[in-house]
């Protein structure tokens, strides 16, 4: 069965700053890996994802993430954190057959001015 | 990419009651998907609707308690029924565009009283 882990429910990051949001994932075969981010009271919006090809894929607002299949890790980062960047970001990863996709506990993102 | 509503934005309702959540896609889909999410959480899947088969229930949900409607293939409906106060939640519809990557609405917010 496939499961996503996110192993940090929050992650504070002084703005400017490089900010990584981890994420790991297991999954028969090869994986589809996503990020999404919810901000308050709002719906979840697409960030990025990971079919196939280069292992860094780039994202919305300046987001990206690095597909590491020996470490099944899809870590979110961003070179330079701003304080709207404040959000719930969820990974999430779905089977090569598989209709649905399972998404992580969330981890809260604090960007400090 | 596409463009999800959500019908009501929030409710507030008494026990015993049911409570019909509309989702209205702007192009056709094949596949739409359930969630509910406690605010602050993850999401958890409650069904795949697929238009003119039944929906498919994950382990948990019961087609008695949420049942589903997919009449074509840019709307959905989930019933809530028969609600108790653990079934307060915000309750969101998504829609699979390509490869697996999926666009949310905006959610349902349910009280039960």
């Known amino acids: 069965a496939q499961s996503v882990a996110q192993p940090e429910d929050q992650v504070n990051v002084a703005e400017g700053n490089p900010l990584t949001v981890k994420c790991t994932y297991s999954?028969?075969?090869?994986?589809?890996l996503f990020w999404y981010v919810q901000y308050p009271n709002r719906g979840l919006q697409f960030l990025l994802k990971?079919?196939?090809?280069?292992?860094l894929v780039k994202g919305s607002y300046g987001f990206e993430a690095e597909f590491n299949k020996s470490q099944t890790s899809f870590h979110l980062k961003k070179p330079s954190a701003l304080v709207s960047d404040s959000a719930l970001y969820f990974c999430?990863?779905?089977?090569?057959?598989?209709?649905?996709?399972?998404f992580g506990k969330g981890t809260r993102l604090h960007i400090l001015p | 990419s596409a463009v999800i509503s959500q019908k009501p934005s929030r409710d507030i309702c008494q026990r015993g009651t049911s409570l019909t959540i509309q989702c209205q896609v702007d192009?056709?889909?094949?596949?739409m998907f359930w969630y509910r999410q406690q605010p602050g959480q993850s999401l958890t899947l409650i069904a795949t609707?697929?238009?003119?088969?039944?929906?498919?229930?994950e382990s948990g949900f019961v087609i008695d308690k949420f049942p589903i409607s997919r009449p074509n293939l840019t709307f959905s409906t989930l019933t809530v029924s028969n609600m108790s106060p653990e079934d307060s939640s915000i309750y969101l519809c998504?829609?699979?565009?390509?490869?697996?990557?999926?666009?949310f609405g905006p959610g349902t917010r349910l009280t039960v009283l």
């Open positions: 998504s829609v699979e565009v390509t490869a697996g990557e999926q666009f």
């Open positions: 999954v028969s075969g090869n994986p589809y």
């Open positions: 990971y079919i196939t090809g280069d292992n």
């Open positions: 999430a990863v779905r089977g090569p057959r598989d209709d649905k996709i399972i």
């Open positions: 192009s056709q889909v094949t596949m």
């Open positions: 609707a697929n238009q003119g088969s039944e929906a498919t229930y």
